[in-house]
């Protein structure tokens, strides 16, 4: 994370690449973003089609804006299709200290 990718298109698809290999080298299959509608603008490409066109797929990627009617639900589907099919899931946020609770 750093202060200088808040701002549209700041990062790069070189940056996304390198994360979907470490997630897929540690086995997970699913990503749950916790990015708001604001945050998936900091992204050069859109996330979503960065992350499909190295493994995560929209059946294998769910965002769920946190600060939205319905994002508990979005949210606990997830990790639900997740646990069902035995797979691995992360959950990703801006900078991995709030609403991923890492910090």
Not at 42 to 48: G, L, R, S
Not at 77 to 88: Q, T, Y
Request: contains cysteine.
């Amino acid at each position: 994370f750093c202060v200088d990718n808040e701002k549209p298109g700041a990062v790069t698809t070189e940056e996304v690449i390198p994360w979907c290999q470490f997630m897929q080298e540690k086995g997970v299959k699913r990503i749950l973003s916790l990015l708001g509608d604001d945050e998936v603008e900091w992204y050069a490409e859109p996330i979503a089609d960065s992350l499909a066109a190295h493994g995560f797929d929209g059946n294998h990627y769910t965002r769920a804006g946190v600060f939205v009617d319905g994002a508990v639900e979005v949210m606990l589907d997830a990790f639900k299709r997740a646990d069902a099919a035995g797979e691995k899931i992360v959950v990703h946020c801006s900078g991995g200290g709030g609403r991923a609770s890492l910090g």
